[in-house]
């Protein structure tokens, strides 16, 4: 396969959600950090999506994350979306599509639902025209992200048919985010997944769907939502620790070392690790090619 540069996520997440696999979609954090994603992907010949939080851009700024993703991704042979994580300010948004991502997500989920779904639609004609996918929330996901926070048992699922009224305009939407139970950072007890809802949401609603909060649900509740049409799972949190503990680690086994270059191989090495186990358990090892579309197989 030839080198594909950066990608949209939607095609790739239509044939993950038509063959039942999940791709796995990481937050980056820093160059070393999106590094051990795209080659942690390319080790195991799966596609991938580096998605960025608002806070990580304003951090680094657009132009250099978007750099560091391209040349990532000029570099190997597999599919790779640059993705914006939860937004809900346009101008980020738009700043994001003229840098080079080639997906971007509009939340809107703490708006009433007409307000967000009128929101929501500006920002898909926005994306067609640029040719950018788009991803869309509904309902309250649990936990942090970024400042905002949604005590666990605060977060509202998503209602069926606003679901279905809320994604009947924007057809080509590259994946939809129903509330359905899942929570971001840690869980504090068990995760009350709502599978029959997300199977009828599946079922009613032709655009693959995104899991929010990946970090801690076990293989049986990836198997369980993938199967029932998740094809985008998120993983922030787990990714977070890994690079401190990753970094920590190293000091900790070699409290003199004064060369920092093995800090950043040994956290590289930690993230990496988590991003082949998560690609695994999603079942994308070896989906390149299929999810590029460069692949008989269905
Ligand atoms: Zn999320």
Not at 149 to 162: G, N, S
Not at 196 to 215: E, K, Q
Request: hydrophobic share 45%; glycine share 8%; proline share 4%.
């Amino acid at each position: 396969m030839d080198t594909m540069a950066l990608v949209t996520m939607g095609p790739l997440l239509k044939r993950a959600q038509a063959a039942r696999y999940g791709i796995a979609a990481f937050n980056m954090i820093d160059y070393n950090s999106a590094r051990s994603i795209v080659e942690g992907a390319a080790a195991l010949d799966a596609p991938i999506i580096v998605q960025v939080s608002v806070k990580t851009i304003k951090h680094w700024g657009y132009k250099a994350i978007a750099g560091w993703v391209r040349m990532l991704a000029d570099d190997v042979d597999v599919p790779v979306a640059l993705h914006l994580d939860h937004c809900s300010d346009a101008d980020v948004i738009r700043r994001c599509i003229d840098a080079g991502w080639t997906s971007v997500m509009f939340d809107g989920s703490a708006l009433p639902f007409a307000e967000n779904r009128a929101r929501s639609q500006e920002i898909y004609r926005m994306t067609e025209a640029a040719g950018v996918g788009l991803e869309a929330e509904i309902g309250a996901i649990g936990g942090v992200e970024d400042d905002k926070f949604v005590a666990e048992d605060a977060a509202i699922l998503a209602d069926y048919d606003e679901c279905v009224a809320f994604v009947k305009d924007m057809p080509n939407l590259a994946v939809f985010a129903p509330a359905i139970g899942t929570a971001h950072g840690f869980y504090k007890g068990q995760p009350k997944i709502a599978y029959d809802l997300l199977a009828r949401i599946t079922a009613a609603v032709p655009i693959p769907i995104a899991l929010h909060g990946g970090t801690g649900l076990s293989q049986e509740q990836f198997d369980r939502c993938i199967a029932n049409g998740c094809a985008k799972v998120n993983i922030s949190t787990m990714h977070k620790h890994r690079f401190i503990e990753g970094f920590v680690g190293v000091r900790t086994e070699k409290p003199k070392l004064e060369e920092p270059l093995p800090f950043i191989a040994g956290q590289y090495e930690a993230m990496k690790k988590d991003v082949l186990d998560m690609i695994r358990a999603f079942g994308s090892a070896g989906r390149a090619a299929h999810a590029a579309g460069l692949e008989a197989r269905p």
